[in-house]
């Protein structure tokens, strides 16, 4: 079982066409990570964000952390085959005995058809 | 600007060979990590350090293990070597740990198969 789950797993679209990435659970997390990584890559970094209700703009993504910090979205608008990619949220669970380690999400593979 | 540096990229081992998987960061990182990814199943910690001469278990150590003699190399040793393993390993650098916020550098990534 997933303590991070994304969905959807897969996700083809054509150029121009706006799509949302959710990733969700039932703990707390203190933040929310984005990662995008490319084939025969290691993820990057896209945003981190860590108050409840929090939106961060990152050119055409947007990116959520839910009010509760128990889910977060990504929303790619005008989707450009730059785009494609595996996208892995990624958090650290908030409370005592928690370890601060991050967890990772299975993934959502993006495909973008031009 | 280097970053986070793995060798081989590509390893074909057979099952109860070992290996070690290097990994070398240049940024002067006190915290490094070794994450597997598998199909379906996002990133799973394997090992990390907080420093020089300081380690610890992550999720799935079995199998495996590291050691940290410098700041900049912290490699793992697969011993014995199984088809679970079959994987694709990253390794990973953060100057700060700061309950999920940190910023992870990856690398490249090591493609294992076991047969």
């Known amino acids: 079982t997933q303590l991070l789950e994304q969905s959807p797993q897969f996700l083809s679209i054509q150029e121009g066409e706006n799509l949302t990435v959710y990733c969700n659970s039932s703990s707390v997390f203190s933040s929310l990570q984005w990662y995008r990584q490319e084939p025969g890559e290691g993820p990057v970094l896209l945003v981190t964000v860590v108050t409840g209700g929090e939106v961060k703009k990152l050119k055409r993504l947007t990116f959520q952390f839910g009010d509760a910090r128990k889910d977060s979205s990504l929303h790619i608008t005008a989707a450009q085959p730059g785009d494609t990619g595996l996208y892995l949220c990624a958090g650290a669970r908030s409370g005592s005995g928690n370890t601060g380690k991050l967890i990772f999400g299975q993934g959502t593979t993006l495909q973008v058809k031009p | 600007n280097a970053g986070v540096t793995q060798t081989p990229k590509f390893r074909i081992l057979k099952i109860g060979q070992s290996m070690t998987l290097q990994c070398t960061q240049d940024m002067n990182h006190n915290y490094m990590y070794w994450y597997r990814q598998d199909p379906g199943m996002g990133l799973k910690l394997i090992y990390y350090s907080v420093g020089a001469g300081i380690t610890d278990k992550g999720e799935v150590p079995n199998g495996y293990n590291v050691s940290r003699s410098t700041t900049e190399d912290f490699p793992l040793r697969l011993e014995l070597a199984a088809p679970s393993q079959t994987s694709v390993y990253f390794c990973?650098?953060?100057?700060?740990?700061?309950?999920?916020?940190?910023?992870?550098?990856f690398g490249s990534g090591t493609q294992l198969s076991v047969l």
């Open positions: 990973a650098s953060s100057r700060t740990r700061d309950r999920g916020r940190e910023k992870l550098f």
